[in-house]
């Protein structure tokens, strides 16, 4: 048991590493110059994209499970940016302090830029829940 949980949490740590590598670029790239970037909310809204990755993460990994399902390459990498922008999308809302402060733009665009880097992350790896991967 031991060893299954350090060969899910290496696999749930990478992934948590690529969501938020691809939610902060998502976040600066959304902004007109570098010096708009509000970089709390970046770092804020970057750290609680990798919380929201692991906890998905908890749901089941298909490099650490073998009875997977195999997909077809289009829908494990559509499945994935999914699940980046929404992960992407709740930090970046979850990091204002009430409704008012949240920068409707700025999430939306984060959103879906933090989706195009999962697609070119996707088409960049292999998908281990892909036939043939």
Excluded: Y
């Amino acid at each position: 048991m031991k060893e299954r949980f350090k060969i899910w949490l290496k696999a749930a740590c990478a992934r948590a590493c690529r969501t938020m590598g691809q939610s902060a670029i998502s976040i600066m790239g959304s902004a007109v110059i570098l010096q708009d970037v509000n970089w709390l909310m970046l770092l804020s809204s970057t750290v609680l994209t990798g919380i929201l990755s692991m906890a998905t993460s908890a749901a089941g990994l298909p490099e650490i499970n073998e009875k997977h399902c195999k997909k077809c390459w289009a829908a494990a990498a559509a499945e994935r940016a999914i699940k980046t922008m929404c992960q992407t999308f709740l930090s970046m809302a979850g990091s204002a302090v009430t409704l008012q402060e949240v920068n409707w733009a700025m999430i939306g665009s984060a959103t879906l830029l933090s989706g195009i880097a999962s697609l070119i992350t996707s088409a960049t790896t292999s998908l281990p829940e892909v036939e043939g991967a």
